[in-house]
């Protein structure tokens, strides 16, 4: 049976959401008009993120014959738009020397993690779950 | 910045205030939940600390 009309805008609408709540950590709540949460998670999400960067953390690469280290990358990504930010200035190549470092690793990847978490609640919210 | 117990804390802090806030819309339950849960992070973590402290044996 064919979706309807409405249903595929219905899809389409809920997909942006998603794509926009991943990209910009805290955007699908704001879309949806909750605001505080929103702000939360823009300003804190962000910030996690970027003390992994500062804890000397990496960003890791997408190395299909180390399965680990590709699911730290898919973790690291989660975060969206600042983790291409990042990438793009040039940090995030980790220093495994510094005392620091699995500290910073752990930020990165449960920053990622964290903001994927939210945007499955913005999903939740748009479909009236919650 | 290099303290273990504080980067534990910083850490806990943000995850207890991202899972508080998606589990709760009240700003009440919203703090004692996420407060619980940051105790729970700081209290398993010293209490785990201290099991570890005789290994190696």
Known sequence: MRATAAEETQT???????????????????WLGRRSKGLIFLVG?????????????RLFPFDL???LVA???VADVGIGIP???AKALGYGDGAVRAVTYEYGNAFLI???LLNLLVVIDAYDVALGRK | MQSHMLLLTVFAFFVSLVFAVIAKDDWHE????????FGGFLL???VLGWLMYPFPL
């Open chain 1, 12 to 30: 389409g609408w809920l997909v942006l959401l998603c794509l926009a709540a991943w990209a910009v950590p805290g955007a699908g709540h704001l």
């Open chain 1, 45 to 57: 999400l962000p910030l996690m993120f970027a003390m992994g960067l500062a804890l000397h953390g």
């Open chain 1, 65 to 67: 014959s180390e399965w």
């Open chain 1, 71 to 73: 699911l730290a990358a």
């Open chain 1, 83 to 85: 983790y291409f930010v």
């Open chain 1, 110 to 112: 449960v920053a990622g």
């Open chain 2, 30 to 37: 919203q703090l004692r939940f996420g407060g619980m849960m």
């Open chain 2, 44 to 46: 398993s973590a010293l």
